[in-house]
């Protein structure tokens, strides 16, 4: 038997290496768990819903709906997660403060309107502006001062909800419009729900983004080793900078979708822990919490297995506050799994496997 054949990688080993392993499982012990459980999980019926149009309805569409406000935050969390080694813990803050922007702005000062006291449009570049802008400030503590992503996020964690309250001055602002509840409900017509769109949107924004600029390959050569980058004429600090502003953005969709579901907010409320929804989903897509290497699709896969792992165990009647339990073993399989030494010895046992099929 030569080296070369000894040496060959089997198609196990290469499954084992690749990122989309862990959410690709993931998804089907889900599946599977579900099948064994409750069949009818995966239903998806036609009704109609309260404005008379025909929408989808079932888990799955419920997992289409949620994952995708996830699946739009995964995309800057796994870019400012690459670049910085670290993570951005106030995005559910930041959330409420982009929602509470546009809401001002189509309520009006009296915080109560039928209609929109302003174009949509002009709302939603308010709240991205002030989105990026509150990025833009994780971005320098981040990049500029050296201050660890989670200890520079932790403030607007920590006051982000108050900001948001200060800005419609505590009141909690109501808007009754059917063309702005389409971005968090459905098209007229169309039996899919909005958000989807919205985030296959992003998703092809970001695709186009990293195949025709460098900043892909910015941010992992920063996330691998920040001095040679430095040395191939790289600029860190702009570079982690650009991924705390992007990861703004996403936050401002986010916001958009949230507050049209409703119409109005609660500071407190929305986007509670969305954040470490967003941390898990990238690190489901096998993407190094540490830094470095990463891959955009595996994250956005990972959202929305976190989003199905979340309403299976709302089919179980499992509590809202016991979730973030279930999902703490979750993120400990994870960290086992993906680690160097885990992942090594499943590939070195494939590699036994196939050596051994071989000379039989």
């Not at 499982?25 to 009818?40: E, G, R, T, Y």
């Not at 860190?236 to 507050?259: A, D, E, M, Q, R």
């Amino acid at each position: 038997m030569s080296n070369a054949n000894i040496k060959k990688e089997s198609p196990f080993s290469k499954f084992i290496h690749s990122q989309m392993v862990i959410p690709v499982v993931a998804l089907l012990i889900l599946i599977v768990v579900n099948l064994i459980a409750d069949p009818s999980f995966f239903a998806i019926t036609l009704k109609e819903n309260n404005l008379g149009n025909p929408v989808l309805s079932g888990y799955l569409i419920t997992i289409l709906d949620f994952g995708s406000e996830l699946a739009i935050l995964a995309i800057g969390m796994a870019l400012v997660t690459a670049a910085s080694g670290g993570q951005d813990i106030s995005v559910g803050a930041t959330i409420a403060i982009a929602g509470s922007v546009i809401l001002r702005i189509l309520c009006g000062p009296d915080g109560q309107s039928l209609t929109p006291q302003a174009p949509i449009i002009v709302a939603f570049l308010a709240a991205v502006v002030v989105s990026m802008l509150f990025g833009a400030f994780n971005g320098t503590l981040v990049a500029y001062f050296n201050i660890p992503p989670m200890v520079a996020t932790l403030i607007l964690f920590t006051a982000g909800r108050s900001i948001a309250a200060w800005i419609n001055e505590n009141r909690l602002p109501n808007i009754v419009d059917p063309t702005y509840a389409i971005f968090g409900s459905y098209i007229p017509g169309i039996p899919i729900p909005t958000p989807f769109f919205i985030a296959a949107a992003c998703v092809i924004i970001a695709l186009l983004l990293l195949k025709f600029t460098a900043l892909g390959t910015y941010v992992q050569a920063v996330g691998i080793n920040e001095k040679s980058s430095r040395l191939n004429g790289i600029n860190p600090k702009l570079i982690k900078f650009i991924t705390f502003v992007i990861l703004g953005v996403c936050v401002s969709v986010c916001g958009l979708i949230k507050t049209s579901r409703l119409g109005t907010i609660n500071y407190s409320v929305i986007a509670k822990d969305i954040e470490m929804d967003a941390i898990l989903a990238v690190a489901l897509g096998g993407n190094s919490l540490g830094g470095g290497k990463f891959n955009l699709m595996s994250a956005i896969l990972g959202a929305y297995v976190i989003q199905f792992l979340t309403t299976t165990l709302y089919k179980f009647n499992v509590a809202s506050t016991a979730l973030p339990a279930y999902k703490a073993i979750v993120v400990i399989i994870l960290v086992v799994i993906s680690s160097p030494v885990v992942r090594e010895k499943l590939a070195a046992l494939g590699r036994k496997k196939s050596v051994a099929k071989e000379a039989a």
